[in-house]
């Protein structure tokens, strides 16, 4: 987790060479599901991912950063034209592997890309939505910035971004410490430190307020959800900020 707020220091971005295939179908979030079901069953966190994003057929969709494939996947069986990027060689060779079972005629509604998303040259007003599923972490402040910038233009007139990143800062600094302090009052097994992250790839972990400040010039819907016995949080406002992942709906606010 990034201890300065600085978006302007050019801290060293993640060598896109940790993102290797034991990475993308051991350790990260959704690998046992995607490698028991070919992406038909997702976690939980997934899930609810593509509900907020509410695919419609016929859309353009941009997944950034777009991992094994299985949103872009999924994206392409409701209809939508998507354009799947990562700056990850294995992670491309990934998709292109899951997107080769879709059946003939809807392989040509989706386009894979290897590429570092600070380099995008889309056309103006390309993409309905813009899609970033647990990514955000992994980029550096100042990459976040050029990142969230550049989608600003991509984004036809009421074009979305939609995001979800986990640990969520607030959640690892206030909440689960009030948790773990209760389970071991109550003599449950003390569940130990948070952890979520393979290696050191998460730069850039999130709060409500610097996904806020990340998206300034966006009209921005911010919510945090949980998908362990902790979901009776998700209902409640403003606590709900200090649950285990965050999501957010990002409107252009011209």
Request: with cysteine.
């Amino acid at each position: 987790m990034i201890k300065s707020k600085s978006w302007s220091k050019k801290l060293k971005p993640i060598d896109s060479k940790i993102y290797d295939k034991e990475y993308f179908l051991k350790y990260c979030c959704g690998a046992t599901e995607f490698t028991g079901s070919n992406a038909e069953k997702l976690p939980k966190r997934l899930q609810r991912f593509i509900e907020v994003a509410n695919f419609k057929k016929g859309q353009k969709i941009l997944d950034i950063g777009c991992g094994r494939g299985e949103v872009a996947y999924h994206a392409v069986k409701k209809g939508c034209y998507v354009t799947a990027v990562d700056y990850a060689t294995e992670a491309i060779k990934i998709t292109k592997n899951l997107m080769s079972k879709l059946p003939n005629k809807t392989k040509k509604q989706v386009i894979m890309l290897r590429a570092d998303a600070k380099d995008f040259k889309f056309p103006q007003q390309t993409f309905d939505k813009i899609i970033m599923a647990d990514v955000i972490e992994h980029l550096q402040p100042w990459e976040a910035k050029i990142v969230v910038h550049k989608c600003r233009g991509f984004l036809k007139p009421e074009g979305k971004i939609i995001i979800n990143t986990s640990p969520n800062v607030w959640f690892l600094k206030y909440a689960y410490p009030i948790l773990r302090f209760f389970n071991i009052a109550l003599k449950f097994n003390d569940p130990g430190p948070y952890l979520e992250c393979y290696g050191e790839v998460h730069v850039f972990e999130q709060s409500p307020l610097t996904l806020k400040t990340l998206l300034t010039g966006y009209k921005t819907k911010i919510w945090g959800e949980n998908f362990t016995k902790s979901v009776w949080l998700n209902k409640i406002p403003i606590l709900n900020l200090f649950a285990a992942s965050l999501f957010v709906i990002a409107e252009k606010n011209d």
